[in-house]
T-cell receptor, first 112, second 114 residues
Framework: QKEVEQDPGPLSVPEGAIVSLNCTYS??????FMWYRQYSRKGPELLMY????GNKEDGRFTAQVDKSSKYISLFIRDSQPSDSATYLC????????????FGTGTQLKVEL | DTAVSQTPKYLVTQMGNDKSIKCEQN?????MYWYKQDSKKFLKIMFS???????INETVPNRFSPKSPDKAHLNLHINSLELGDSAVYFC?????????????FGSGTRLTVV
């Protein structure tokens, strides 16, 4: 079993929908939580970062972390066709090396 | 003005060959990484260098050898290529000791071994 689990999708939603993407993890040492967006044939780009538990909002994106349940979420409001991409969660513990452990990614398609 | 650049973008080669992938970053970051992304989009770390020093070496076959001539460059050499090495290889960089910045990734090198 992988340290970080993520539903691979694909997830298809109509334009304007609210999208919920989720990851679960098993390593309680993870303290830093990130979401990356990866367009086809491109490298991942950092979308959101959260430290420990709580919520963080940035425009149409909200990241939530529930450390007690070992569960993180990314919500996308008013989804747009340009949001169509693979979304990867990533996590890091407080150890050295700055190593990120990634989920397998969820493929999202927002249709007109 | 590309932040993290990798060359080549595509690499098609035969089994048994030796190949190299180059990576350069102009962000002034101290730490660089190599990640492998398989066909299911799973990203797994291979190596990490901080100021030219190897700090992470995951379970990777000895056929893979990273080299960092300076903190702005991290190359990956692969000997005796196998079919299972086919994947997308991403270089990334980050400031050391600043997890909130995450990584900046290159656009990847798509390696196909035939």
């Amino acid at each position: 079993q992988k340290e970080v689990e993520q539903d691979p999708g694909p997830l298809s939603v109509p334009e304007g929908a609210i999208v919920s993407l989720n990851c679960t993890y098993s390593n309680s040492a993870f303290q830093y939580f990130m979401w990356y967006r990866q367009y086809s044939r491109k490298g991942p780009e950092l979308l959101m970062y959260t430290y420990s538990s709580g919520n963080k909002e940035d425009g149409r994106f909200t990241a939530q972390v529930d450390k007690s349940s070992k569960y993180i979420s990314l919500f996308i409001r008013d989804s747009q066709p340009s949001d169509s991409a693979t979304y990867l969660c990533a996590m890091k513990d407080t150890g050295g090396g700055n190593k990120l452990t990634f989920g397998t990614g969820t493929q999202l398609k927002v249709e007109l | 003005d590309t932040a993290v650049s990798q060359t080549p973008k595509y690499l098609v080669t035969q089994m048994g060959n030796d190949k190299s992938i180059k990576c350069e970053q102009n962000l002034g970051h101290d730490t660089m990484y190599w990640y492998k992304q398989d066909s299911k989009k799973f990203l797994k770390i291979m190596f990490s260098y901080n100021n030219k020093e190897l700090i992470i070496n995951e379970t990777v076959p000895n056929r893979f050898s990273p080299k960092s001539p300076d903190k702005a460059h991290l190359n990956l050499h692969i000997n005796s290529l196998e079919l299972g090495d086919s994947a997308v290889y991403f270089c990334a960089s980050s400031p050391s000791g600043a997890p909130n910045y995450g990584y900046t990734f290159g656009s990847g090198t798509r390696l196909t071994v035939v």
